[in-house]
Structure formats: C-alpha cells, structure tokens
C-alpha cells in the first residue's frame, strides 16, 4: 500500500542551525511533492513544490530536494530561528489523481 | 480580502446527532476538499469536490456527508454513523489545473 513517512515526530535544534527534515515514500509515483508548515490550531499553509522532473528548489531560507529514485524529499531551513517552530507537512500528488496525500508531519522546534 | 473560512470553531456533538460543519470560500477556486485530522497525524481525505453538483469519496468517507449545491460552499456532515468523530476538520480550495492548497483554520469537533 502506499505509504509517506516523515522522520522523528519532534526534532529540536539550536537557533542559527540548518534544520532537515525527510519525507520518505513507497508505492506512490508523484507529480509533484509540496511541503507546508502548520501551527498549532491552524490550518496548515503551503510553502514549497517540487515536480518530479526537478531536482532542488529554493525560496529564501528554504530549500526542497527531490530524489525519485531514493523516494524521498529533504526539506532545509538555513540559518533557524525560534519563529520557524512548527509543524511541517509533506504531501505528494498523483498525475491522474489530482489530490495531495499527506505525511504526518515532523515538529520542529527551534531553541534561542 | 479572499479566503477559506470554517466555521464553527469548536463544536460539540451529542450521542446520535448529526453536526455540519461550514466552508466557505470567496477565490472563485473549482476543487474544494475536507480532511480530518487527528493529534499527532497527518491529514486524511474525507470528500473532494472538483466542480459544483459532483463530489468524490476520499480515504474516510464512512460516516459523513458532503454536498456541493454552490461553488463557493462545500459543507461537511458528519452523521451518528462515524462513531469516533472527535477530531480536527479542515477544509481547502485549489483552481482547476492550480497546485497548491489553500487551507481553512480548521473546526475542532468534540463528543459531549
């Protein structure tokens, strides 16, 4: 069956650090791969998309790589602050689908 | 100001009763979906709906229902036949062809 898994559900990090989180995929043959951040009692808000024709996109401190042979996306937030603490969230999408599946996410944590 | 908007923001069901929760959105956005999700997890697909009048089971759709009478309204009900209802209920909009979610803030729903 198809499966998404996101590493350790909590991941702390000092402030300024690199933080890196994984999403990982089996049986599922993705479009495309977004990730989003959600906060707590919130919806969650899209933040990147990678096609499954690309290999890394960047948007500020944010970088996504996407390696479809190894079935997993690496997502990095450079230089960390407390404000990035939050929930992060990958969700891939079908070609004929036309849905996201959703990870269960990774909490990051990011101490001062 | 365009948007989703959810509402209520908490709501309370009693044993037997069928609750509705509200979406609305003013994007002018075709695909409207309902995910749950539950503490710690990810987010699951209950219905979608890719154009008014026609909506598509998701991944859990026991025990709810959904109607798509107006492109900007996609309510969700859930019926006395989900018996674990308890959960986070968000609700998202995307433009036909368009690749990212806009997400709701979400309704808590709790059993009395």
């Known amino acids: 069956s198809q499966k998404i898994e996101q590493n350790s559900e909590a991941l702390n990090i000092q402030e300024g650090k690199t933080a890196t989180l994984t999403c990982n995929y089996t049986?599922?043959?993705?479009?495309?791969l977004q990730w989003y951040r959600q906060d707590p009692g919130r919806g969650p808000v899209f933040l990147l998309l990678?096609?499954?024709?690309?290999k890394e996109k960047r948007k500020e401190r944010l970088k996504v790589t996407f390696d479809t042979t190894l079935k997993q996306s690496l997502f990095h937030i450079t230089a960390s602050q407390p404000a990035d603490s939050a929930t992060y969230l990958c969700?891939?999408?079908?070609?004929?689908?036309?849905?996201?599946?959703f990870g269960d996410g990774t909490t990051l944590t990011v101490k001062p | 100001d365009g948007g989703i908007t959810q509402s209520p923001k908490y709501l309370f069901r009693k044993e037997g009763q069928n609750v509705t929760l509200s979406c609305e959105q003013n994007?002018?956005?075709?695909?409207m979906y309902w995910y749950r999700q539950d503490p710690g997890q990810g987010l699951r697909l209950i219905y979608y709906?890719?154009?008014?009048?026609?909506?598509q089971k998701g991944d859990i759709a026991e025990g709810y229902s959904v109607s798509r009478e107006k492109k900007e309204s996609f309510p969700l009900t859930v019926t006395s036949a989900q018996k674990n209802p308890t959960a986070f209920y968000l609700c998202?909009?995307?433009?036909?062809?368009?690749?990212?979610?806009?997400f709701g803030s979400g309704t808590q729903l709790s059993v009395l």
């Open positions: 049986n599922y043959s993705p479009a495309y």
């Open positions: 994007l002018n956005h075709d695909a």
């Open positions: 990678i096609r499954e024709n690309e």
């Open positions: 998202a909009s995307k433009n036909q062809g368009g690749q990212k979610l806009f």
């Open positions: 969700a891939l999408v079908s070609t004929n689908a036309g849905k996201s599946t």
């Open positions: 709906s890719q154009i008014v009048n026609d909506f």
